[in-house]
């Protein structure tokens, strides 16, 4: 039976995932977006009837306040929560869950809003009570994580016995025009990228300094791009649940013209969280410099070209000889906003959000407990990757280190 969902976030993801739900009445019979800003979520409502002809509820929320969740979690009545809000309210949305007796998906793990420090441990720390609740948390169905555990998780099932060394590489060739915008929230996006980078290798994480190693790669659909290591939140979970794992990677692309913008926000300190005093005022930098930059969402329409994120993933299989796939998605930042009025980089996370959801409703993954991904049965999702919009190829490929030398 179809059921009613409330996704929380109207930004370029939740835009996305409104579509993707409106595109399904067999599984979602009744949506309805709430966010802060309700004008966005009316924004989003009339797209959604123009595209897809369905009508859609929204509302107005602070998903800081528990007791306001709570109140429109009674009167909405889902049957779970999407969260595509920010990761400051993963917790908050969590405990309303509980409270209303409601399921929970997100696509981005919690983070204190006064301390650039993503981890899972706050969220893990809910097993019990969602367990106990006959309740099911879903942590990370975006793209990555989401997508990327799963094509480990896949790996894993059809390929080998023992995962040895995975990377994991996130490329957007898509161009804007502009000198500097972020493709997502630009708070979120610069508090990651300026961190220092981190591996997992023989059991331990090994600190690197932010964009410390780079590598040329030729990237299916975009061609070559130097990328760099940083640290990335699925790499948390995978190093505990993929068996015989020896080390783990994240690379993501980044052009000069982005890298020596940041480096002068950073020289600036344009990118601290720490409140200065502005003539009177208290303002963090970082969240200044968002109000001047260009919102994501108006970056649709004018980006260009393609993404393309994917797994190298190195292991063997009856103890026979160490071999390599490459399991990857190429998106295209048009298609992507002809489809649903957001670019790639907010479809490829809002389609697997939508699929989270879906193979939730359907009982597929319905299970009590806090959940990542690679922790579910991949076959579904790999199924539902290909027929909503995210199509992924599996291949024979190198180990990483042979195809693009560190440089
Ligand atoms: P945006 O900043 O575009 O949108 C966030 C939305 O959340 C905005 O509409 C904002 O409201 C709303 N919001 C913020 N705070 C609150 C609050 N207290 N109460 C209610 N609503 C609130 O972000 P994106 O759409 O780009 O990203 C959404 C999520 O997806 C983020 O958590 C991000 O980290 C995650 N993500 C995950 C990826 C993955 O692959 N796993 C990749 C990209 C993003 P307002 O409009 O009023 O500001």
Known sequence: MAKKVLIIGAGGVGRVVAHK?????????????????????????????????????????????????????????????????????????????????????????YEPKDEAKFEYKWQW??????????????????????????????????????????????????????????????????????????????????????????????????????????????????????????????????????????????????DSIEPIEFEGHKIVPLQFLKALLPDPASLGPRTKGKTNIGCIVTGTKGGGKPFTRYIYNICDHQEAYRETGAQAVSYTTGVPAMIGAKLMCESTWLESGVWNMEQRDPDPFMRDLNACGLPWKDIEFKPLDEVAPQQ
């Open 125 to 270: 720390a809910y097993q019990d009570r969602f367990r106990e609740a006959g309740l099911m948390a879903l942590l990370g169905s975006g793209f990555d994580p989401g997508v990327t555990n799963v094509f480990c998780a896949h790996a894993l099932k059809h390929h080998f016995d023992e995962i040895h060394t995975v990377d994991i590489l996130d490329c957007n060739g898509g161009d804007h025009g502009l000198p500097f915008a972020t493709n997502f929230n630009p708070e979120i996006n610069i508090r990651e990228i300026t961190q220092n980078g981190r591996y997992w290798e023989n059991g331990h994480w090994v600190e690197t300094k932010p964009m410390q190693y780079r590598r040329t790669f030729d990237f299916e659909g975009v061609g070559k791009k130097n990328m760099y290591l940083l640290y990335h939140e699925e790499m948390e979970s995978l190093c505990r649940n993929l068996p015989g794992l020896k080390r783990i990677r994240f690379w993501m692309t980044f052009g000069e013209s982005y890298l020596k913008h940041l480096e002068v926000i950073h020289n600036l300190g344009l």
């Open 21 to 109: 739900c409106a595109e399904y009445p067999e599984v979602f019979s009744d949506i309805t977006l709430a966010s802060r800003t309700k004008s966005k979520c009316d924004a989003i409502a009339v797209d959604v009837k123009a595209k897809t002809g369905r009508e859609i509820h929204t509302a107005q929320v602070d998903a800081d306040r528990v007791p306001e969740l709570v109140a429109l979690i009674r009167e909405v009545k889902p049957f779970m929560i999407i969260n595509v809000a920010l990761p400051y309210q993963d917790l908050t949305i969590m405990d309303a869950c509980l409270e209303t007796g409601v399921h929970y998906l997100d696509t981005a793990n």
